[in-house]
């Protein structure tokens, strides 16, 4: 078996973190590729190592002095050295990083070293290779990731290397130019190192026991979702969850290749498993609860609607011409509602109406502001009769008007749609219902 484990900022912040990531690694032989984040804070207050070389870049690149910043930024790894008993220097390191401030050689090139530093000191304490991901993780000329050559030169040089750390977050242009993801970077390499070397599974390692199935700032204490497909993950993700960056899915979900969900803090929990497709009966009906705030909706209304051609298309190309996208459209036999983001909608509100008049020449037309969405998601409802049922007896329970109900046709999520201010009211009457109580 071959693993590939990634550590967030937040599991690699102190050197007893540090030993908490290392006994994990060392306890399953399997676990032969390590993908460390930077440091992340070491109490709520503290300050992560990537916005410390923001700032200290910042500093050099407006021509002020920098080198104290640097020696803050030397004294937190020197603490993480000096606590896992390390015969290790970062002074040659330091140096070159020093120099390349000095040379503003990019803002790209001052964030990655968190990662690079870090990933050097969990070599030296594993034992493990170090590969710097700028001679593995390639970006064409233009900056964009290029897929096909990382795979072939990852393939090649891992297939040489049993055991190695790979830093994440970074890779290099052709001209060596070092080059970042987005922020949550790490969880992209780790992701492009699984598919490389073929991994069973790709352990991504945080500060959390999983994905939760609600919000736990409206929920008190939720519980942990077991397993999830790629498809439930992409509605819930959409809709606001916080979960991986789409980009640090593909590069597994194409090979097939299952990612889990662990806690550094609590190892033994199994986390979640999040999977293309599985057999597995759910614990719930619902796999998960996530929504967002602040939509507007337009409702036009025109008699035999649906029997006018084309009807939608000039609706739907009034919004295109404004560069307003779409969220959601459910429709009646005379009306349509479509909902958009209420700050892209507003700058441009009467335009779109205007549009829309000239578009259709619609009988009435109807705004609405400070809505809500909730998506309820899970594989689970398919197989079970009433789901819709059961919403709106909670919501009405809950004294929650709903605006709007939307189903897949996957029956794979069920879209809510709320005011602002029945928000959370909603989000715990849902969780309820199917989770607490199950109804």
């Not at 509605?235 to 299952?258: N, Q």
């Amino acid at each position: 078996m071959k693993k590939v484990v990634k550590f967030g900022g937040s599991s690699l912040a102190s050197a007893a973190q540090f030993e908490k990531a290392g006994a994990i690694i060392k306890k399953d032989d399997s676990r032969r590729y390590v993908v460390p984040s930077a440091p992340g804070k070491r109490t709520p207050n503290d300050t992560k190592v990537t916005d410390m070389l923001y700032s200290c870049y910042g500093q050099a690149i407006i021509e002020e002095e920098f080198e104290e910043q640097l020696k803050e930024i030397k004294a937190r790894y020197k603490g993480i050295v000096k606590g896992l008993k390390l015969d290790l220097s970062l002074d040659a390191e330091f140096k070159i990083i020093e120099e390349n401030f000095s040379k503003k050689v990019g803002r790209d090139y001052a964030a990655s070293r968190g990662e690079y530093l870090n990933g050097i000191i969990m070599a030296a304490y594993l034992g493990y290779e170090f590969i710097d991901a700028a001679e593995i993780i390639v970006f064409d000329e233009a900056g964009e990731f290029d897929a096909f050559s990382t795979d072939k030169l990852l393939s090649e040089r891992l297939a040489e290397t049993e055991r190695a750390v790979i830093p994440g977050f970074y890779g290099a242009m052709p001209n060596g130019k070092i080059k970042t993801f987005s922020r949550g970077g790490s969880d992209i390499t780790g992701s492009i190192v699984a598919k490389a070397v073929h991994a069973d599974m790709y352990e991504n390692w945080t500060d959390v026991s999983g994905f939760l199935i609600a919000d736990p700032r409206i929920i008190r204490n939720p519980k942990a979702i077991d397993v999830i497909t790629y498809r439930e993950l992409r509605e819930l993700s959409y809709m606001g969850a916080t979960v991986l960056h789409e980009d640090a899915i593909f590069p597994v979900r194409k090979e097939g290749i299952p990612i889990n969900i662990r806690n550094t803090n609590i190892p033994e929990d199994k986390g979640t498993l999040i999977v293309e497709g599985t057999c597995r009966k759910p614990r719930f009906t619902i796999t998960g609860i996530a929504g967002k705030k602040d939509f507007a909706s337009i409702t036009i209304e025109k008699a035999m609607m649906n029997s006018e051609v084309g009807f939608c298309k000039k609706v739907l190309e009034v919004f295109e011409d404004n560069d307003i996208s779409i969220e959601h459209m459910p429709s009646g036999i005379d009306t349509m509602t479509i909902f958009v983001h209420q700050d892209e909608f507003e700058e441009k509100e009467q335009k779109v109406i205007a549009g829309i008049h000239r578009a259709v020449e619609p009988d009435f037309l109807e705004l609405e502001s400070d809505l809500a969405l909730i998506a309820v998601v899970g594989r689970g409802m398919r197989a079970t009769r009433g789901t819709s049922g059961r919403i709106f007896s909670a919501l009405a329970h809950a004294n929650v008007n709903v605006k709007m109900i939307d189903q897949g046709s996957s029956e794979l999520n069920i879209i809510i749609g709320v005011r602002n201010h029945d928000f959370e009211a909603a989000v715990r009457a849902l969780y309820d219902i199917f989770v607490t109580t199950q109804i």
